[in-house]
């Protein structure tokens, strides 16, 4: 029903900054609650921000709150994810995930999943 491709990764210094899209292709982008999860080398999948439908509700846990500040623009089909004072413990895969219901923190509770970008930050 949607298709998702996300974009932006790449080798950044510790302490700088990368700002990463996800374009959505399918059916009307505003039906879908989007997260973002990353997966670093040989750890699962976590969650690093969720954002609603309509984009009124985030949510981040503790380990990106302050740096990391999800948004969307459904007239563009797209969700971002700017990443400021990254660190090294920031390098894994970042993906995007769309979901019918209320944005989740967990894996299995979303249905659509891009096939991810690499984000390497170097110490």
């Known amino acids: 029903q949607v298709q998702l491709v996300e974009s932006g990764g790449g080798l950044v210094q510790a302490g700088g900054s990368l700002s990463l899209s996800c374009a959505a292709f399918?059916?009307?982008?505003?039906?879908?609650?989007v997260g973002w999860f990353r997966q670093a080398p040989g750890k699962e999948h976590v969650v690093v921000a969720t954002?609603?439908?309509?984009?009124?509700?985030?949510y981040y846990p503790d380990s990106v709150k302050g740096r990391f500040t999800i948004s969307r623009d459904n007239a563009k089909n797209t969700v971002y994810l700017q990443m400021n004072s990254l660190k090294p413990e920031d390098t894994a895969v970042y993906y995007c995930?769309?979901?019918?219901?209320?944005?989740?923190?967990?894996?299995?509770?979303?249905?659509?999943w891009g096939q991810g970008t690499q984000v390497t930050i170097s110490s």
């Open positions: 995930a769309a979901e019918m219901n209320f944005p989740g923190t967990l894996r299995t509770e979303y249905d659509y």
């Open positions: 954002i609603t439908r309509s984009g009124g509700g985030r």
């Open positions: 399918g059916r009307t982008f505003s039906t879908y609650a």
